[in-house]
T-cell receptor, first 114, second 119 residues
Framework: DSGVTQTPKHLITATGQRVTLRCSPRSGDLSVYWYQQSLDQGLQFLIQYYNGEERAKGNILERFSAQQFPDLHSELNLSSLELGDSALYFC?????????????FGQGTRLTVV | AQKITQTQPGMFVQEKEAVTLDCTYDTSDQSYGLFWYKQPSSGEMIFLIYQGSYDEQNATEGRYSLNFQKARKSANLVISASQLGDSAMYFCAMREGSLRRGSQGNLIFGKGTKLSVKP
């Protein structure tokens, strides 16, 4: 068990819909990262939050947004879903600063858009 | 631009033998970290081993060791005494600025190597 919790594990929804994926980082970790894994694109970094603030953006679509709450859990919101958004979405957390030698992943949320 | 290359899409190894999974990287940063992850068919990403760019010793974690050759920019994973449960996808990843406070620290992944262990 990595200590990173993601819910739900599986999600099936229709095109055009909106979903929210949730992540609870490991205790004490301030950084949360979201990644998307698809067959054609591989593992892609989407966005990072650090202690409630957006820190870095990767290949995140404008239809997607995220936030990190005061209790450090994070949510990834995916809207106007398309078939191509079907993927495995991972959340990862890391300690901050010089202890940035760890990155543990949650079990992922498998999103299927039909 | 930072990049990770894993040239072996698939590998086979006999049970109980050792296997090396290749990884090369490209970065202009002097401070970086290298990670290996295992992804079994169930989908989760399991952290295996970490090597920092300033670490003088190769990292080891149980049956996993990282053969770090900085000048060649390679970070190969060696799995000793392979087990059937080692069959999975293996990803090499890099994080730049690992030793800089406040570094953004997202991971860049290679495309992975699918390892199959034969009984």
């Amino acid at each position: 068990d990595s200590g990173v919790t993601q819910t739900p594990k599986h999600l099936i929804t229709a095109t055009g819909q909106r979903v929210t994926l949730r992540c609870s980082p490991r205790s004490g970790d301030l950084s949360v990262y979201w990644y998307q894994q698809s067959l054609d694109q591989g593992l892609q970094f989407l966005i990072q939050y650090y202690n409630g603030e957006e820190r870095a953006k990767g290949n995140i679509l404008e239809r997607f947004s995220a936030q990190q709450f005061p209790d450090l859990h994070s949510e990834l919101n995916l809207s106007s879903l398309e078939l191509g958004d079907s993927a495995l979405y991972f959340c990862a957390s890391s300690p901050s600063g010089y202890r940035n030698t760890e990155a543990f992943f949650g079990q992922g949320t498998r999103l299927t858009v039909v | 631009a930072q990049k990770i290359t894993q040239t072996q899409p698939g590998m086979f190894v006999q049970e109980k033998e050792a296997v090396t999974l290749d990884c090369t990287y490209d970065t202009s940063d002097q401070s970086y970290g290298l990670f290996w992850y295992k992804q079994p068919s169930s989908g989760e990403m399991i952290f295996l081993i970490y090597q920092g760019s300033y670490d003088e010793q190769n990292a080891t974690e149980g049956r996993y060791s990282l053969n770090f050759q900085k000048a060649r920019k390679s970070a190969n994973l060696v799995i000793s005494a392979s087990q059937l449960g080692d069959s999975a996808m293996y990803f090499c990843a890099m994080r730049e600025g690992s030793l800089r406070r406040g570094s953004q620290g997202n991971l860049i992944f290679g495309k992975g190597t699918k390892l199959s262990v034969k009984p």
